[in-house]
């Protein structure tokens, strides 16, 4: 399988460009030169910088004079302390992964894809000159199946455009159910050699996100170990999470949900990138605050160990706050030991 190479250990920059206020105060100080810093002395090699398009676009949809800004400051630090970046579009106008946005329209009106086109343009025309450090993630967590063929469609077509500007930078496409490892296998051919698959890995959800209240169903008592048996990981899906995803833990063959359910998903994904002959790369993976750091650091041990024995780089959600944040004071006793992990 090919490796996405400079992009093997990386952590996301979640809430500071992206699911934020955008306040000039936040921008100016959520994320400083000091935190990548920080994030270089780990030893990972890049980070995944989430962004969207109210940072980027004016009130007429037209990249504003300041639009890069941001994006800049954090390639030019990341340039200094040796780290590659993921510019990744998180929302985009008339889509967004987030149901309490309410976007709508993109995959259906024209002119929003005129201007997601023509925003990757401006960011392709931005960095091609860096294209041995800078790599493109197209848009984060395409939701609905009915969306599939549609993104397809819209991926080649930008793809295509920005080719002309950034022949050489890697671009990034994830698939349906929120980058879903099943997604991928719904994603056309790759279109170039510079394309990379992308995943996330929050898995079994109802244990990375046990009590978050965004997640639909989900108790607030709802109390989850890791690993255990099928039949209990069956039951607490079905009650937090939704019967569909319940079905899908009685596919695993095996007695517990442990590292063997990790690497029979994962090996999904590896099927579909040595098929086509894509790299894959998993731009997010974590665990809730409300997670033991006992039952996280078991979660982190084998999520790493599977990503080590199939070659696939990615980033973990995140550096701060957004309830999973690593350097957070509630993840201090064991911080040292997640960053071995990553």
Request: contains cysteine.
């Amino acid at each position: 399988m090919k490796e996405f190479s400079g992009y093997q250990h990386g952590i996301n920059l979640g809430g500071w460009l992206s699911q934020s206020d955008y306040s000039h105060e936040h921008l100016e100080t959520f994320i400083v030169e000091e935190d990548i810093k920080t994030i270089a002395s780990w030893g990972l090699d890049h980070v995944r910088l989430p962004f969207d398009y109210d940072v980027i676009l004016g009130e007429d949809d037209f990249v504003r004079a300041d639009a890069f800004r941001y994006l800049d400051r954090c390639v030019e630090w990341c340039g200094k302390y040796g780290l590659n970046v993921i510019l990744d579009l998180h929302k985009t106008p008339g889509f967004s992964f987030d149901k309490g946005e309410q976007e709508n329209g993109f995959f259906e009106e024209e002119r929003y894809q005129d201007i997601f086109t023509a925003m990757w343009c401006e960011i392709a025309k931005r960095y091609a000159a860096l294209a041995d450090r800078v790599a493109f993630e197209l848009l984060n967590e395409i939701t609905d199946k009915k969306y599939a063929v549609l993104w397809n469609r819209i991926a080649a077509r930008t793809i295509r455009e920005l080719r002309r500007l950034a022949p050489d930078n890697p671009v990034l496409i994830g698939g349906i159910y929120n980058n879903s490892i099943f997604g991928l296998t719904l994603l056309d051919k790759p279109y170039d050699d510079h394309i990379v698959f992308n995943f996330h890995y929050y898995n079994p959800l109802v244990f990375t996100h046990q009590k978050a209240p965004w997640v639909d169903n989900m108790s607030p008592d709802c109390d989850v170990n890791y690993p255990d048996s099928k039949v209990v990981y069956y039951h607490k899906t079905a009650e937090n999470i939704g019967a569909a995803q319940a079905e899908g833990i009685l596919e695993f063959a095996g007695a517990d949900i442990d590292i063997s359910y990790m690497e029979w998903e994962m090996r999904v994904a590896v099927e579909v990138a040595e098929k086509l002959g894509v790299p894959i790369y998993c731009g997010e993976y974590g665990v809730i605050d409300r997670v033991s750091d006992e039952r996280l650091l078991r979660w982190y041990a084998d999520v790493s160990a599977v990503f080590q024995k199939f070659g696939i780089g990615r980033a973990a959600w995140t550096y701060r706050q957004k309830d999973f944040g690593i350097t957070d004071p509630c993840r201090s006793r064991i911080r040292d030991q997640i960053i071995k992990y990553l």
